[in-house]
């Protein structure tokens, strides 16, 4: 099993975080990363585009584990012999004005060894993407509030 976590700090609540992470309609404004389609609850599985930069894009299937507003959201996936389970983290900070977002992913199955060997680099990147494009989105959706 390997784990890959990037974070970043935004300075806006939570909930404004998560209304911009759910509002998957308007991921084409800021997200590089994913394209999604499909109700984000548990159980419901979603359309997902993955786009990583130096890959080609990668249509999956994830399957909603967890849906916590303004703290997580979950999901598992599978592709060629590696499982992943997903998590978007939101935690309050600076006494609740400002969120740590984090992407963690934890990869498991019997190529995870060789897939995130090769990968890793290029995933940490796109995590990176998509976190400054939420965080540059949400401070302007909260500015426009």
Do not use: C, K
């Not at 991921?27 to 990363?33: A, G, I, R, S, V």
């Not at 997902?48 to 303004?70: H, K, N, R, Y």
């Amino acid at each position: 099993m390997r784990e890959l976590s990037v974070s970043v700090d935004i300075p806006v609540p939570p909930e404004t975080v998560w209304r911009v992470l759910t509002d998957t309609s308007a991921y084409p404004q800021w997200n590089t990363l994913l394209r999604i389609d499909g109700e984000m609850s548990p159980g419901q599985t979603v359309d997902a585009q993955l786009s990583v930069p130096g890959l080609p894009t990668v249509s999956f299937s994830p399957e909603i584990l967890t849906v916590d507003p303004g703290r997580e959201l979950r999901w598992r996936s599978g592709f060629l012999g590696v499982s992943a389970e997903h998590a978007f983290l939101l935690e309050p900070i600076d006494g609740g004005s400002g969120t740590r977002f984090t992407q963690y992913e934890e990869i498991s199955g019997p190529l995870t060894a060789r897939v995130v060997d090769r990968l890793a680099r290029r995933l940490r990147r796109g995590f990176e993407q998509m976190n400054v494009g939420l965080r540059r989105y949400a401070v302007t959706v909260a500015g426009d509030g």
